[in-house]
């Protein structure tokens, strides 16, 4: 089981910056690919950038330069749980980046040991969201 729960919305001006947090709660879950993904009203979901199970970062495109998603170390708090926080900090924003962002994780079995960015939102879990929109 895993509990995301975003944080950090709001609105902000064009070109200002916003950070979304994302608190990462598991038990008996280990979880092979984290990332964000966001979902704008009228538009396809789009996966923003994935962290691979070796720290990596492969972000899409059209957040590039602009966007940064980061993790903290995963931490073993109990017996079969552990925690950790994602990050996504969001900078030189613009109004087509208004949408709802959600954090999302996926075990390895999910992921078929690959982590996808087109699999941000398709397979694995979610927390409810957090509204971002940006005004110009």
């Known amino acids: 089981q895993v509990r995301l729960v975003e944080s950090g919305g709001g609105s902000v001006q064009t070109g200002g910056s916003v950070r979304l947090s994302c608190s990462v709660s598991a038990y008996t879950y280990t979880p092979y690919c984290m990332g964000w993904f966001r979902q704008a009203p009228g538009k396809e979901r789009e996966g923003i950038a994935i962290?691979?199970?070796?720290?990596?970062?492969?972000?899409?495109?059209?957040?590039?330069?602009r966007f940064t998603a980061s993790a903290d170390s995963v931490q073993k708090t109990a017996v079969d749980t552990i925690e950790t926080t994602l990050y996504l900090q969001m900078d030189s924003v613009k109004p087509e980046d208004t949408a709802m962002y959600y954090c999302t994780t996926m075990t390895q079995g999910e992921s078929g040991g690959y982590c996808y960015r087109d699999s941000l939102g398709v397979i694995g879990s979610w927390g409810q969201g957090t509204q971002v929109t940006v005004s110009s």
């Open positions: 962290i691979d199970h070796n720290g990596h970062v492969w972000p899409v495109d059209s957040v590039k330069g």
